[in-house]
């Protein structure tokens, strides 16, 4: 059944990722999205959890039912709620005991992103909570204060799962950034962010199939939402607004601005504030990424936050093919007491490694990129933005592709995607790596030259490189999660302060998760 296009069908890899490059639209010349629903509707700010006296945070996943378009019912998921999660929130040096509760029909595990914990606490595909059941690990929380997330890491239906809606912030503070003044009042002038964009049947259920398109660009969906709602606004503070920015989408990444070409700064990223505040312009916020942004809004005007078009194979159909409004604020409220610092926390230096340090290289490779190619050249996808306008018979058989294109069998799906050659299995273990150690890792691709944004569990590391160049200032903090593109590379320094056995590792894999449920995952032990 070809789903509902809600906003109109539409696009554009090396050949296809050049054709690209001439459709950006700059934000002041922005005409607006379409409209989804005949009213806007306010930003929805996830709840905050805190560990109760005794340090318990109870989570249940369930079912539920939303209405994100008007006139359409959307089964989903939720953690204790129908969409979405509440945000923890933790202080560093908490012990905080977990009761996850597994109320849906079909089996999870929750997996705690961006956290530094053993592997038996981590959350990963080997820790499956059956449904009916409950999961009871400890986290000793001793990180810097960051913006990280939790998730389900089930092999292999991720993909699915976080569609419905299983995803949530996990806020960690400490006294460190809590005496740098930064907004902090939740909802007013501290905002959560979560970008996902979906793509709905006619009988209103999110789309999601396992087929060829799907295992070589991920999941493309037509629809943004941002905290669960389309277009929606925020009345906030008039003052500095901080901005905790998740990209929570399976695939698509976003190249953020502010309407009116406004500047903005990037105080944070994955795992914790940078040294500096780094003022930008617009921000590529990979799949699984977290950033966290202050925006002057003293003078209480009106502004968008906005997507540009990326170059990223499939994710230029409309209304992506423009400059994309996904949300507004308005500040209106009173006057903020946050503040940009100077200067954020102080981050230690890379360790002097030498240069025959064992490397721990991870090359993510695609069995089936000739096939999944195919399909997309014959559709036409090279000459969608021709003349900078797209082409709607190209976009409506690329969305074709998409939506129509049949199921896999299960053993192609698991098998179409690989680390180092392989693909994941549940029962293998793929490398052991030291504990206590700082260790040089580099990830790199094979022929497909897609986008692999590659996440690391139990760890922060430090990037040292992008394609032999050191990081721009803004990725040059704590990271779990780094892309590689266009046969690129990246080099990190990485170390591992818990382990992880062979019945509970750990997992690198990319964060697009169709390529991880279809292989693009590596188990590793920490000894």
């Not at 006619?202 to 905290?227: C, E, P, W």
């Not at 709607?392 to 180092?420: F, H, M, Y």
């Amino acid at each position: 059944m070809m789903p509902s296009v809600l906003f109109r069908p539409n696009i554009n890899r090396r050949a296809f990722l050049a054709g690209t490059a001439g459709t950006l639209v700059l934000p002041g010349l922005l005409t607006g999205m379409a409209r989804a629903a005949t009213e806007r509707p306010s930003l929805p700010i996830p709840q905050q959890l805190f560990p109760d006296s005794k340090g318990n945070i109870s989570l249940r996943t369930v079912a539920g039912e939303m209405s994100f378009i008007d006139g359409m019912k959307t089964p989903t998921y939720g953690i204790n709620g129908p969409y979405l999660g509440p945000a923890i929130r933790v202080r560093r040096g908490d012990t905080v005991a977990m009761n996850v509760r597994n109320e849906l029909d079909e089996p999870i595990t929750m997996h705690w992103h961006g956290l530094k914990i053993p592997g038996k606490d981590d959350g990963g595909p080997a820790e499956a909570i059956a449904p009916g059941a409950s999961w009871e690990p400890r986290l000793n929380i001793d990180q810097p204060a960051a913006t990280c997330w939790f998730h389900p890491h089930y092999y292999p239906t991720t993909a699915e799962q976080v569609i419905k809606g299983l995803a949530g912030l996990f806020l960690i503070d400490d006294d460190e950034a809590d005496a740098l003044g930064l907004p902090s009042e939740w909802g007013v002038d501290d905002i959560p962010i979560i970008l996902q964009d979906r793509r709905f049947n006619k009988d209103g259920s999110f789309f999601h199939r396992f087929n060829m398109a799907a295992i070589t660009v991920g999941y493309v969906g037509d629809t943004m939402l941002v905290n669960g709602a389309v277009y929606p606004q925020a009345r906030t503070a008039k003052g500095w607004l901080r901005l905790r920015i998740l990209n929570g989408s399976n695939a698509r990444s976003y190249k953020l601005a502010l309407s009116g070409g406004k500047s903005f700064f990037v105080v944070g990223s994955d795992g914790g504030l940078l040294s500096e505040p780094v003022e930008l312009k617009d921000l590529m916020v990979n799949a699984g990424e977290r950033y966290e942004l202050l925006v002057d809004a003293r003078d209480g005007n009106t502004f968008d936050l906005m997507t540009l078009p990326v170059d990223q194979m499939a994710m230029n159909l409309p209304p992506f093919d423009k400059a994309l409004a996904v949300m507004t604020f308005r500040p209106e409220d009173k006057d903020g007491k946050g503040r940009l610092p100077d200067a954020l926390v102080t981050l230690p230096p890379l360790a002097n490694l030498p240069a025959d340090a064992k490397t721990q290289k991870l090359v993510f490779g695609m069995n089936m990129d000739k096939e999944g190619m195919g399909i997309f050249m014959k559709a036409g996808l090279p000459k969608l933005m021709e003349n900078g306008e797209v082409n709607a018979e190209i976009a409506a058989a690329v969305t074709r592709l998409l939506v129509d294109g049949p199921k896999l069998p299960e053993d192609v799906q698991l098998s179409a995607n690989t680390i180092n050659g392989k693909s994941f299995a549940l029962d293998k273990v793929n490398f052991d790596v030291a504990m206590n150690q700082e260790q040089r890792w580099v990830f790199s691709e094979g022929t497909d030259a897609m986008e692999h944004p590659v996440h690391v569990h139990g760890c922060q590391y430090r990037i040292v490189s992008v394609n032999g160049k050191a990081p721009p200032a803004y990725m040059a903090g704590w990271k779990d999660t780094a892309s590689i593109s266009k046969g690129g590379t990246v080099e990190i320094q990485v170390r591992f302060d818990y382990p992880a056995t062979r019945d509970r590792p750990y997992m690198a894999h990319c964060h697009i998760l169709e390529h991880e449920d279809s292989g693009m995952m590596a188990a590793f032990t920490v000894s």
